[in-house]
């Protein structure tokens, strides 16, 4: 018994990496070219900055909540960055002014949420309608032309043969695993999630203050994202970022094995989760769908990314359950799906 439930939950784990595996057939299949080494390589550089996004948004979604204006949030950082530095002529001025809204946007967030108690979605619904507002304002001229060549490079250069894109997502990704697995940070930010925050309170987690961090770190990430999509881009418009970069980075997430419910999500599933959602875009560019094309599958996928999560879910409290009575010994070596 034991070992099936083992193997239940190796399987849970796994699904991630599975779907991968099945994206790649399908793509190898109905579009061959984009399986290429040459192109998986520009694949995987499209999917960096939408991971380093997702995993503002997982970390988010562990506590039970959810940012929804982190995608706006990425272009008001990437206009502020690249205003600033026109004005000055300081690549470090920019990203400083850049951080500041990041940053900022972050400490809204957490205060309405963690101190003021305001549901995460109604108060990043909030800053999401504010963050048009103020993105507009400050590219009044419409566009803006990156010409800072370091600015640039961290967009499209390489180091030691590695695109920028993909070390910066690399080390990211290894700082946030790190965090969330080692650090007091992390083993509140799950336990948060994974029950009640009443709960959490009575355990000592100052929960308030805790959110305010979590939601500052997300706002942080979205500084990052929007500094490597402004060096790739080369030319920065209000809707750099937006609505479709905040579904992608959600749904990069939820299919990489984050719950919406919080308290369950690893980094290296978001990794696998953005790589599956820049393959699947890249996949659909190349067949030659449009743009409204795009949004539909976006919308599909994230709609099958939520059943799939619910599924998991219930699967895992079942794993849960089972456990605790063959624990008890109360249950024995019964099939699975078998009632207890």
Same mark, same amino acid.
């Given at each position: 018994?034991?070992?099936?439930?083992?193997?239940?939950?190796?399987?849970?784990?796994?699904?991630?990496?599975?779907?991968?595996?099945?994206?790649?057939?399908?793509?190898?299949?109905?579009?061959?070219?984009?399986?290429?080494?040459?192109?998986?390589?520009?694949?995987?550089?499209?999917?960096?900055?939408?991971?380093?996004?997702?995993?503002?948004?997982?970390?988010?979604? =562990?506590?039970?909540?959810?940012?929804?204006?982190?995608?706006?949030?990425?272009?008001?950082?990437?206009?502020?960055?690249?205003?600033?530095?026109?004005?000055?002529?300081?690549?470090?001025?920019?990203?400083?002014?850049?951080?500041?809204?990041?940053?900022?946007?972050?400490?809204?967030?957490?205060?309405?949420?963690?101190? =003021?108690?305001?549901?995460?979605?109604?108060?990043?619904?909030?800053?999401?309608?504010?963050?048009?507002?103020?993105?507009?304002?400050?590219?009044?001229?419409?566009?803006?032309?990156?010409?800072?060549?370091?600015?640039?490079?961290?967009?499209?250069?390489?180091?030691?043969?590695?695109?920028?894109?993909?070390?910066?997502?690399?080390?990211?990704?290894?700082?946030?695993?790190?965090?969330?697995?080692?650090?007091?940070?992390?083993?509140?930010?799950?336990?948060?999630?994974?029950?009640?925050?009443?709960?959490?309170?009575?355990?000592?987690?100052?929960?308030?203050? $805790?959110?305010?961090?979590?939601?500052?770190?997300?706002? =942080?990430?979205?500084?990052?994202?929007?500094?490597?999509?402004?060096?790739?881009?080369?030319?920065?418009?209000?809707?750099?970022?937006?609505?479709? =970069?905040?579904?992608?980075?959600?749904?990069?997430?939820?299919?990489?094995?984050?719950?919406?419910?919080?308290?369950?999500?690893?980094?290296?599933?978001?990794?696998?989760?953005?790589?599956?959602?820049?393959?699947?875009?890249?996949?659909?560019?190349?067949?030659?769908?449009?743009?409204?094309?795009?949004?539909?599958?976006?919308?599909?996928?994230?709609?099958?990314?939520?059943?799939?999560?619910?599924?998991? $879910?219930?699967?895992?409290?079942?794993?849960?359950?089972?456990?605790?009575?063959?624990?008890?010994?109360?249950?024995?070596?019964?099939?699975?799906?078998?009632?207890?």
């Amino acid at each position: 018994m034991t070992r099936r439930l083992s193997i239940g939950r190796l399987l849970v784990s796994a699904a991630p990496l599975v779907l991968l595996a099945i994206m790649l057939a399908i793509v190898a299949v109905v579009e061959p070219g984009v399986v290429r080494p040459s192109n998986l390589e520009q694949v995987v550089i499209q999917a960096s900055p939408i991971a380093i996004l997702a995993l503002g948004a997982m970390v988010v979604l =562990l506590t039970g909540g959810i940012d929804l204006s982190a995608g706006f949030g990425v272009a008001m950082v990437a206009v502020a960055t690249v205003g600033a530095m026109g004005l000055e002529g300081d690549l470090v001025h920019g990203l400083l002014v850049g951080l500041a809204f990041g940053l900022g946007l972050g400490l809204v967030n957490g205060v309405l949420v963690g101190l =003021l108690g305001i549901p995460a979605f109604i108060a990043t619904l909030a800053t999401f309608t504010a963050v048009q507002g103020v993105t507009l304002t400050l590219a009044k001229s419409g566009t803006l032309i990156v010409s800072d060549p370091t600015l640039l490079r961290i967009g499209t250069g390489e180091l030691a043969g590695i695109p920028f894109p993909i070390a910066i997502a690399g080390v990211v990704a290894v700082v946030m695993a790190v965090l969330l697995q080692m650090t007091r940070f992390g083993l509140r930010t799950y336990a948060i999630g994974s029950g009640e925050p009443d709960a959490a309170r009575l355990s000592g987690v100052p929960v308030g203050r $805790h959110l305010v961090l979590v939601y500052l770190l997300a706002g =942080l990430l979205t500084t990052v994202t929007a500094v490597i999509l402004a060096g790739r881009s080369g030319v920065v418009a209000p809707n750099i970022g937006g609505v479709s =970069l905040l579904l992608d980075a959600i749904a990069a997430a939820v299919l990489g094995g984050t719950s919406i419910f919080g308290g369950r999500g690893t980094v290296w599933g978001t990794l696998v989760g953005a790589i599956i959602i820049a393959l699947i875009t890249n996949a659909l560019r190349s067949s030659g769908a449009d743009a409204s094309s795009l949004d539909l599958w976006r919308g599909a996928i994230i709609g099958l990314a939520l059943v799939v999560d619910a599924a998991i $879910h219930l699967l895992r409290r079942r794993l849960e359950d089972r456990e605790v009575a063959v624990a008890a010994g109360r249950l024995d070596d019964a099939p699975l799906g078998a009632p207890a």
